[in-house]
């Protein structure tokens, strides 16, 4: 069956600091890879999205950046964080367009 | 246009009533209708979907009504329970793309 997994679960850090988030999926090959942030009570924004390694595409210009180096890991990054930048970040994987997504459990972070 | 809009914001019921989420979209080329549930703290997971060739999609207590001239679907979850208190996103997607539009949430809380 499979898999996805995020870590950290959890993240406190100051303005300015780099950040790393880290997907992977596991069970499946050549998952499309997405990343979502949510606000606090709000919905779900899409950030970036890749249908194969090496392949990003962004949706919403801003500090953060994304990277595929493998198949099933995809990371989400910035140099310096922000205050906007805090909320819950979600992976998600599917196989095809309009295809349900499969999400991780997300990490919360707090820029502080 | 990509919207889904999803109404209401925020729901409350009474244990043992009816919840209905109803979202409309405006675009036809849209041909897959998921519903999330998300809990607090957790990722969306999918709950039921539907593909415009029916106009109904039951899976225990919860229902899709799908009313492709008007644009419309909506979830129905009979004989609410507290358990069922969660964050619920409608959705919507095409073949050939890989961005699904979600709507922005119903905070749904059943009181027991």
């Known amino acids: 069956s499979q898999t996805i997994h995020q870590w950290p679960a959890t993240l406190v850090q100051p303005v300015g600091s780099p950040l790393s988030l880290e997907c992977t999926v596991e069970?499946?090959?050549?998952?499309?890879l997405y990343w979502y942030r949510q606000a606090a009570g709000r919905g779900l924004q899409l950030l970036f999205y890749?249908?194969?390694?090496?392949?990003i595409s962004s949706e919403v210009p801003q500090n953060l950046s994304a990277s595929r180096p493998q198949d099933r890991q995809f990371i989400l990054s910035s140099k310096k964080l922000l205050l906007s930048d805090s909320g819950f970040y979600l992976c998600?994987?599917?196989?095809?367009?309009?295809?349900?997504?499969?999400f991780g459990p997300g990490t919360r972070l707090t820029v502080t | 246009q990509q919207q889904v809009k999803q109404s209401p914001q925020s729901l409350i019921v009474q244990k043992g009533g009816i919840s209905i989420i109803n979202c409309a979209y405006e675009?036809?080329?849209?041909?897959?209708f998921p519903w999330y549930q998300q809990f607090p703290g957790k990722g969306p997971a999918l709950l039921i979907a539907i593909r415009p060739d029916v106009s109904e999609k039951k899976e225990g207590r919860f229902t899709i009504s799908f009313n492709k001239s008007a644009k419309q679907f909506s979830l129905h979850i009979m004989d609410s329970q507290p358990g069922d208190s969660a964050t619920y996103f409608c959705a919507a997607s095409k073949g050939g793309s890989y961005i699904p539009t979600f709507g922005r949430g119903t905070s749904l809380i059943v009181h027991p």
């Open positions: 890749s249908v194969g390694i090496g392949q």
């Open positions: 675009n036809t080329a849209f041909d897959y």
């Open positions: 998600a994987w599917n196989t095809g367009s309009a295809d349900e997504q499969y």
């Open positions: 069970g499946t090959s050549n998952p499309n």
